[in-house]
């Protein structure tokens, strides 16, 4: 039973634009989020959180929005840049040690 | 400082082999866990030690072994492994139960 959704498998977008990752879950007992970026053959690297008692968090280029009522959060990205060019999961947790991850969205960031 | 170190970098071994391998963490984080991952796929869970302490086994077949010998050490020993638990396996450390830090992981290839 998937938990976390990722809908889109990928997204390609022009450098300097906006870069949206949405993503989805279904366990309401989920109080905290994650998004990690990863490249080819390295660990994911931790990107930006937020606890389910907030609706937004910014952090340089990076903001994550979290909707409760429809379950839903997304990641924008502005301005993209050639290095952000990876696969972003989002993960869930109710703080049990278990991250529940989407399937994943790879990003292309065209010059 | 965010770092997770795991030797090897890459490891080949034939199906009769014992292996091991290795992860370190110097951020007092007092979680640690290993993980699972196939290509296109999110991380899978395999064992989490809590105050050096194994506290969640995600029905990880026996050929698997975890060992945490001191707070910043976790190892995985390996034996009698099969072509299919060929993958990338990382390692990742947590101070509380909600954002993880993973290390670059280890390309397990099983011959």
């Known amino acids: 039973d998937q938990q976390v959704k990722q809908n889109s498998p990928s997204l390609s977008v022009q450098e300097g634009r906006i870069s949206i990752l949405n993503c989805d879950y279904t366990?309401?007992?989920?109080?905290?989020f994650l998004w990690y970026k990863k490249y080819p053959a390295e660990g994911p690297t931790f990107l930006i959180s937020i606890s389910s008692i907030k609706d937004k968090n910014e952090d340089g280029r990076f903001t994550v929005f979290l909707n409760k009522s429809a379950k839903h959060l997304s990641l924008h990205i502005v301005p993209s840049q050639p290095g952000d060019s990876a696969v972003y999961f989002c993960a869930g947790t109710s703080n049990d040690y278990k991250l529940s991850f989407g399937a994943g969205t790879t990003v292309t960031v065209r010059a | 400082d965010t770092e997770v170190t795991q030797t090897p970098k890459h490891l080949v071994m034939g199906m009769t082999n014992k292996k091991s391998l290795k992860c370190e963490q110097h951020m007092g984080h007092r979680a640690m866990y290993w993980y699972k991952q196939k290509a296109k796929k999110p991380p899978e869970l395999m064992f989490v030690?809590?105050?050096?302490?194994?506290?969640i086994n995600e029905s990880v077949p026996s050929r698997f072994s975890p060992e945490c010998p001191n707070s910043s050490l976790l190892n995985l020993h390996l034996h009698a492994l099969q072509p299919e638990d060929s993958a990338l396996y990382l390692c990742?450390?947590?101070?509380?139960?909600?954002?993880?830090?993973f290390g670059p992981g280890t390309r397990l290839t099983v011959l």
């Open positions: 990742a450390s947590s101070q509380t139960t909600d954002t993880q830090y």
């Open positions: 030690y809590s105050y050096e302490k194994l506290s």
């Open positions: 366990n309401s007992m989920f109080d905290y």
